[in-house]
């Protein structure tokens, strides 16, 4: 009897020992899980990722070279006139077109041109017609100015004189004439109206040459012409 009274008892305290030991074991395991769930909530989210704009490309520019010869479409944007302008007056045009070379715009329509005017003369009585020079000196484009050389561009005031002087003469003879009366005196008429007519033309001025803007006044290069170009 006493002998299974001490195997009941072992029993007993062994299958304490092992509850113990569950019960540790599940302790632990919940607090193992316990404490990662807090890890985790403690652990801040993850950002997503952000993707980089690609850097711009870099524009490329080349050297274009104009061969002296290059016509350049320029109608005027200022105005001159031979009897009000003035020898170094400026003078502007812009370009109306492109102008290309292999395919390539060098430079672009609008591009501004300045020059001055080179000489002037009003309209004389007998010793000529009215006339204004000038030539384009720098160039405006892509916000950069260039030294240009242009041949020179004159105008001239179209010729009235002659017949200025065809329809005075006549018409003063004629008068002087009918006024002496009688075929001898029609004829001394029409060679006194004639020098009298003459006068008239030596003492009136001829037209003068004006220039508004929008006149086509074009150009050309007289020395090639380099332009630094974006081509990308």
Not at 117 to 130: C, F, H, I
Not at 134 to 151: I, K, M, N, P
Not at 176 to 190: D, E, H, R
């Amino acid at each position: 009897m006493k002998r299974l009274l001490i195997l009941a008892l072992g029993a007993a305290l062994a299958g304490g020992a092992c509850g113990t030991a569950a019960s540790d074991a599940t302790d632990t395991s919940l607090s193992v899980e316990n404490g990662a769930a807090a890890g985790a909530a403690a652990k801040p989210a993850a950002k997503p990722a952000v993707a980089h704009a690609a850097a711009p490309a870099r524009p490329v520019y080349r050297d274009l070279t104009l061969p002296s010869g290059t016509t350049l479409p320029l109608p005027l944007t200022s105005s001159m006139a031979s009897d009000t302008s003035a020898v170094e007056d400026a003078v502007t045009a812009q370009l109306t077109r492109a102008v290309a070379i292999d395919g390539r715009d060098v430079l672009p329509a609008g591009a501004r041109f300045e020059g001055i005017v080179t000489e002037v003369n009003d309209s004389g009585r007998v010793k000529g017609r009215a006339m204004i020079a000038f030539r384009f000196t720098s160039l405006r484009t892509g916000g950069e100015q260039y030294d240009v050389q242009t041949a020179a561009l004159s105008h001239v005031a179209e010729a009235t004189k002659g017949e200025d002087a065809t329809k005075i003469g006549i018409g003063a003879g004629a008068v002087i004439g009918g006024l002496l009366g009688g075929k001898g005196g029609a004829a001394k008429g029409a060679v006194i109206g004639g020098g009298a007519g003459t006068g008239v033309v030596l003492a009136t001025k001829g037209k003068e040459m004006r220039l508004a803007p929008g006149a086509d006044v074009t150009s050309q290069l007289t020395a090639p012409l380099t332009v630094r170009v974006r081509v990308s």
